[in-house]
T-cell receptor
């Protein structure tokens, strides 16, 4: 089954404790991205990747890191999480950069205390 | 500042009624997508519009892209309870995707 998987689905952590949210797609998609969703603000793009070893900042990249060492994986790293990073995070992938359907993962709800 | 503004933010209607959701911007987009999101899940693509003035129909849903490619609308005819969800527009500037603030629709049986 074609899908985007994220882990963990739920995470509660404390300020400053490094964490990684994994994202994997099995559709051989070139384009992957991370979004955060907050009430009243919609989905905002954090980082995106056009292909392996190619990443770029989205709208709200501060406090986040990503890597794209393999085509299928695109982990999101929070080196020192802060409470303002409490949010619902989505990973998405698409065949190419423009006009193609973005397939979203199920989401990761992160709480930073 | 949101690049894409959606209105209304919340909409609660009776089954069988018609409704229109608007997605507006001052920026030009190379394409615009509409997604629907259910609680606990990621957004799912409904349609992509590319050409200014383009109209696409998906059963009871009609999507229109503005002539200047700055805005779009989603019209639902005879809404059903199964239409309940969060509707999101997303514009492609060529560099990034920008999502609208979303319209939460509830259709009451």
């Amino acid at each position: 089954e074609a899908q985007v998987t994220q882990n963990p689905r739920y995470l509660i952590t404390v300020t400053g404790k490094k964490l990684t949210v994994t994202c994997s797609q099995n559709m051989n998609h070139e384009y992957m991205s991370w979004y955060r969703q907050d009430p009243g603000l919609g989905l905002r793009q954090i980082y995106y990747s056009m292909n392996v070893e190619v990443t770029d900042k989205g709208d709200v990249p501060e406090g986040y890191k990503v890597s794209r060492k393999e085509k299928r994986n695109f982990p999101l790293i929070l080196e020192s999480p802060s409470p303002n990073q409490t949010s619902l995070y989505f990973c998405a992938s698409s065949l190419s950069r423009t006009r193609d359907e973005q397939y979203f993962g199920p989401g990761t709800r992160l709480t930073v205390t | 500042t949101q690049l894409l503004e959606q209105s209304p933010q919340f909409l609660s209607i009776q089954e069988g009624e018609n409704l229109t959701v608007y997605c507006n911007s001052s920026s030009v987009f190379s394409s615009l997508q509409w997604y629907r999101q259910e609680p606990g899940e990621g957004p799912v693509l409904l349609v992509t519009v590319v050409t200014g003035g383009e109209v696409k129909k998906l059963k009871r849903l009609t999507f229109q892209f503005g002539d200047a490619r700055k805005d779009s609308s989603l019209h639902i005819t005879a809404a059903q309870p199964g239409d309940t969800g969060l509707y999101l527009c997303a514009g492609d500037t060529g560099n990034q995707f920008y999502f609208g603030t979303g319209t939460s629709l509830t259709v009451i049986p």
